[in-house]
């Protein structure tokens, strides 16, 4: 059953926050912990927004299939022999059974418990023994489709069969992620971070959309960009967060040999992070996962123009690993302890008026599409 949130829950969780980042405060801590915001969090929010899959390189061949979960939902993306791409949840039509694993290529797709077998575009094509079946047709059973797109060269997926495709729900993302990185079909997907953190989601993209820490928590960062030229922009369902690279020295890692010279980092609702770092050619796709009311599973992946990281690669990787990911961890972390002792249920939004990467006006334009999503679990 669904969550249905009554109007005084709605009106306590979003006492206070105001459409004016300037007059705001931020959303209920209790969002962040009770484990009903997590299921709301999952109705409202994951199964029904656009998730990152993997690189469309992954999908080129027609049979190859990419398995994943979106919070509890088992789904497969896979091109047909026609060279249609397609994504269905991940279950047999005869007893449940998951259909796939992992991922690889297939001609057909054989469920591992009594062998139904189906076409790539996911009708039926034989279900053993069934000859002898009464009312049986097998031209009517085929997968459940879940919808699927390519965005900037990577696959989304979304369970919400009615929803707007990604490109026209994200206005000029598309545009903006073209122009700061025009090579991205060429890139390759070349080394993954993953980290379990004792933090709500939501938590860890808040801390995502503020520089306002950086200076506190960040040194070395704040010599790898230029922090005078960081600039924020909120627009529809994502931010735009931009600076150039530092000019002096730079204590993070060596960029004597980037071509890359932008740092240029957008948070796609709800819980993706796209972002071109100083460099060679690259790109970076972070997501952030509940796997509890107050844990979350993140995922980093590098796309470079090798599929294995050069020596300039591994020493950025090896910043955000040994450096910038324990940082950013240590305060989400805090911040969850924080939350759950009764001294902190709200809190103000630091904004400039100038949109610079010290202001929180992100993190204010998040909150409002979080509470935006929970009126959707609210009774008429
Ligand atoms: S559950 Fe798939 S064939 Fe029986
Ligand atoms: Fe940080």
């Known amino acids: 059953m669904k969550t249905v949130l009554s109007q005084a829950e709605y009106a306590e969780i979003s006492k206070g926050f105001d459409p004016d980042p300037f007059n705001s405060w931020s959303i209920n801590t209790r969002c962040y912990q009770d484990p009903a915001y997590l299921k709301l969090d999952q109705e409202q929010i994951f199964h029904r927004s656009w998730q990152f899959l993997c690189h469309e390189s992954k999908l080129a061949e027609a049979g190859s299939f990419v398995t994943s979960s979106i919070q509890g939902q088992s789904i497969f993306a896979t091109r047909d022999h026609n060279g249609e791409l397609r994504a269905f949840y991940n279950v047999c039509k005869h007893r449940g059974h998951e259909l796939l694993s992992g991922e690889g290529r297939k001609k057909l797709i054989v469920c591992p418990y009594h062998a139904w077998c189906y076409n790539l575009d996911g009708s039926l094509k034989a279900a053993r023994r069934s000859e002898v079946l009464k009312n049986f047709d097998k031209s009517t059973i085929n997968l459940e489709p879940i919808r699927i797109e390519i965005f900037c060269h990577m696959v989304f997926v979304n369970l919400d069969m009615d929803t707007a495709p990604l490109a026209t729900q994200s206005g000029n993302l598309a545009n903006e992620i073209m122009s700061y990185a025009p090579d991205l079909p060429k890139l390759k997907h070349a080394h993954r971070l993953t980290y379990n953190i004792k933090a709500n989601w939501k938590s860890i993209v808040d801390n995502f959309l503020e520089c306002y820490h950086c200076p ?40 004597g040999n980037a071509t890359v010279t932008d740092h240029a980092v957008w948070y796609l609702w709800p819980n993706t992070t796209l972002m071109r770092y100083p460099g060679r050619g690259n790109f970076m796709v972070w997501r952030f996962v509940p796997t509890g009311p107050e844990t979350t599973y993140e995922e980093f992946d590098f796309f470079f123009e090798t599929d294995t990281p050069n020596d300039d690669e591994i020493e950025a990787i090896k910043f955000i690993d040994d450096v910038l990911q324990p940082e950013d961890i240590g305060l989400v972390e805090s911040v969850q302890r924080g939350m759950q002792t009764p001294a902190f249920n709200r809190g103000r939004y630091l904004v400039d008026p100038e949109e610079s990467g010290l202001s929180e006006h992100a993190v204010h334009h998040f909150h409002g599409l979080v509470l935006e999503a929970y009126r959707g679990a609210c009774k008429t």
């Open 216 to 255: 506190v928590a960040h040194r070395d960062f704040c010599t790898l960009v230029d922090m005078e030229t960081y600039r924020v922009k909120t627009h529809g369902i994502y931010s735009s967060h931009i600076a150039k690279a530092g000019t002096t020295n730079n204590n993070a890692y060596d960029v």
